[in-house]
């Protein structure tokens, strides 16, 4: 058992690895029914729409905006649906950017459907909306799942009938999914934290205490709970401070500074050496002492004095923990440290209680032991590994040239190469036990430990390795990168083999003129292309190409998602060489600029002096949008202060579905065609 645990709970630890906000619903959703009696019912789902937001009706016609769509099931088949469903009445307007009239609701959007109840058993609908809002050209699309119960006793016709509300959905499914994958990851960190040195051994001795101080043995464990309860509390209570404390605007500055990047570079290479027996963090013995002389008082006051000694006694094995939690969350939503402490408490909490409840299993627990150790030193290394990430970001971000993706990857592969021959038993640390054997499930992770050397080592010479996109520094800051050698040599070929004139027709559709910025900025996959949008402008007017923006930053780990799974598309990759004039504006990017060009914002009265902060006042100007990566379709024709009238397409985010990124390009391109002749 203690092998297999072992095993499981270091695999669990790499999925910590991936802890990576999403874009706020300004949709609010409530799902009610109304009795009308004789079994029938009227289905009422209603959206509160924020201001300025608007979303299209499920008639919108064909070739206009994405429409709503609800999809409904009658579950257990036991209703049946009684004509179609109906909508309040839309507001409706020709629009010129897609040649039909457009069907839209704003503040308010209501639909009914009636049904009737055929067995009040199996009566339950449940239904899918999938749903566009937009704003200003900025365009998101839902998608929100219910279920509305009908079963029970029915009123009786001459009754009063009355609607009773059943489900209220604020947010969209994604960002609820984006919080509940953050819980579970930290729920999984809390795990880790259990097995620690100084917090496992505790769980017999803490059970134990509960289980003989007091004759009354229900009362013992009402006190456990408590005891565990409060240990969740104390937790939670950290992620609220910090989510107060911090706040959006501090979070941001969190994301795109190089002083907080330095600083959790330094602080997780603390952890990793406090991991692998260099020291302890511990606090003030005055502090335990204190909590601890509290805890022997007894009662509820006792048990929560015990959880918060628990916490100070555990804190140099898991403040390493709490703290890469706590600064993943702090990178995200204001919500997320509240989420994530809620999640790793509930994981330290959860052995406390059942053990308390069922204190014969306490025999089951294997013997505190080197493999505890193990645990400990292997989080070191994924620590390391996790550092480095924040000191790319601020390499990136001010071009220190420090981390350059085959020098980063190469870390990676000595750490992880360091922690394979851990397990095999070939470095030992200062508080190791020998190992005299290696156990089957050891041997399995030192396999995968491997596997993953090997996977990264062909990132080294141009292997986009795709599965860690976001956490590895562009492809394009390779020095040595084969696939780039390739299309250069076969570039060459073929401009060799065509005829002056052809050769430099060719030249002047690649480029019309040497972009700005292009010494130290670089689109992916050998595309050419610009970084100031005017410039970037001037050439699709001169080819007569529609332009492709590409919203990014140097820290945008869906950014580079996107490009290394969506843009590798061959097809997507052909159009965006051939069909558009593509543009990256990097919103986080510190390049000084000219003096000359510095400029007072219209938009927060704010001086703009990086070329970072340029492109992040355009986006939020033009675009009414901060997120990244954002894309926009525009139409070279585009002039003067309203932009968002030429764009060709809705902005469209993060999305990984090839297949639609695919379809947005194809359709944009159609629709700068249509309004610019066919000599594109």
Request: overall charge negative.
């Amino acid at each position: 058992m203690k092998k297999g645990l072992f095993t499981f709970l270091l695999t669990c630890i790499l999925a910590v690895m991936s802890l990576s906000a999403q874009v706020e619903n300004p949709a609010t959703w409530t799902f009610s029914r109304t009795d009308l009696g004789k079994g029938e019912y009227e289905l009422t789902m209603k959206a509160i729409l924020e201001p300025g937001w608007k979303v299209y009706s499920m008639f919108t016609p064909e070739g206009g905006p994405l429409a709503t769509t609800l999809t409904l099931n009658e579950e257990g088949k036991g209703v049946e649906f009684i004509g179609k469903a109906v909508e309040n009445e839309p507001q409706k307007h020709f629009d010129e950017l897609f040649g039909v009239d457009v069907w839209y609701f704003e503040s308010e959007y209501i639909i009914r459907q009636k049904v009737k109840v055929t067995d009040p058993v199996l009566a339950v609908v449940k239904g899918t909306l999938e749903y566009q809002v937009c704003q200003n050209g900025q365009c998101i699309l839902f998608d929100t799942d219910f279920d509305i119960p009908l079963g029970g006793q029915q009123q009786n016709v001459n009754e009063k009938t009355a609607t009773e509300q059943i489900q209220t959905m604020p947010g969209e499914s994604s960002k609820d999914e984006s919080l509940w994958t953050f819980f579970w990851l930290a729920f999984i960190a809390g795990l880790a934290a259990v097995v620690m040195p100084c917090v496992f051994p505790m769980i017999p001795m803490t059970v134990s205490f509960f289980m003989h101080g007091d004759a009354n043995k229900a009362k013992a464990k009402v006190k456990a709970l408590f005891f565990s309860f409060s240990i969740i509390a104390i937790y939670t209570i950290l992620g609220v401070v910090v989510s107060i404390f911090l706040g959006p605007d501090f979070i941001n500055w969190l994301s795109t500074n190089w002083v907080p990047n330095l600083f959790f570079f330094i602080v997780f290479m603390i952890f990793a050496a406090s991991f692998f027996g260099a020291f302890e963090i511990v606090l003030p013995s005055w502090l335990v002492n204190k909590s601890d002389k509290q805890a022997d008082k007894g009662g509820y006051i006792g048990a929560f004095f015990m959880a918060f000694t628990l916490v100070l006694v555990s804190f140099s094995c898991t403040a390493p923990i709490v703290g890469t939690v706590l600064v993943e969350a702090a990178r995200g939503s204001v919500l997320r440290p509240i989420i994530g402490m809620l999640g790793f408490s509930f994981a330290v909490a959860l052995p406390f209680g059942f053990f308390a409840f069922f204190p014969s299993k306490l025999s089951n627990l294997p013997k505190s032991g080197g493999w505890l150790n193990a645990v400990k030193v292997v989080l070191g290394f994924i620590e390391v590994a996790l550092g480095l990430k924040f000191l790319m970001v601020a390499d990136q971000t001010y071009h220190w040239g420090l981390l350059d993706r085959e020098v980063y990857i190469a870390i990676w592969v000595a750490v992880f190469t360091l922690q394979g021959l851990y397990l095999m038993g070939k470095l030992k640390f200062k508080n190791d036990s020998d190992l005299s054997y290696i156990g089957v499930p050891r041997l399995a992770f030192i396999i995968v430990t491997f596997a993953f050397v090997v996977y990264l080592i062909p990132g080294m010479f141009g292997a986009p390795l795709k599965a860690l996109a976001g956490y590895l520094p562009p492809q394009e800051t390779i020095d040595f990168d084969v696939n780039r050698i390739v299309r250069d040599n076969t570039k060459e070929i073929i401009k060799s083999g065509l005829s002056a004139g052809d050769r430099n027709r060719t030249v002047q559709s690649e480029a019309c003129e040497e972009p700005k910025y292009a010494d130290f900025l670089h689109l992916p996959h050998g595309l050419e292309g610009y970084y100031d949008f005017q410039q970037a402008l001037k050439c699709a007017r001169a080819q007569n190409k529609p332009l492709f923006i590409d919203f990014t930053g140097h820290g945008c780990v869906n950014c580079r998602e996107m490009e290394q799974s969506v843009w590798s598309d061959p097809r997507i990759l052909d159009m965006l060489k051939h069909d558009y004039v593509v543009v990256a504006l990097y919103v986080d990017d510190k390049k000084t600029l000219p003096e000359n060009e510095w400029y007072i914002s219209d938009y927060d009265g704010k001086q703009k002096k990086t070329l970072g902060k340029k492109n992040a006042d355009f986006q939020i100007k033009y675009f009414h949008s901060n997120a990244q990566p954002n894309y926009i379709l525009l139409d070279s024709r585009a002039e003067g202060e309203d932009l968002e009238k030429y764009m060709l397409m809705p902005a469209r985010g993060y999305d990984l579905n090839r297949d639609a990124f695919y379809n947005y390009l194809k359709e944009g391109l159609k629709k700068f065609k249509s309004l610019n002749g066919p000599k594109v």
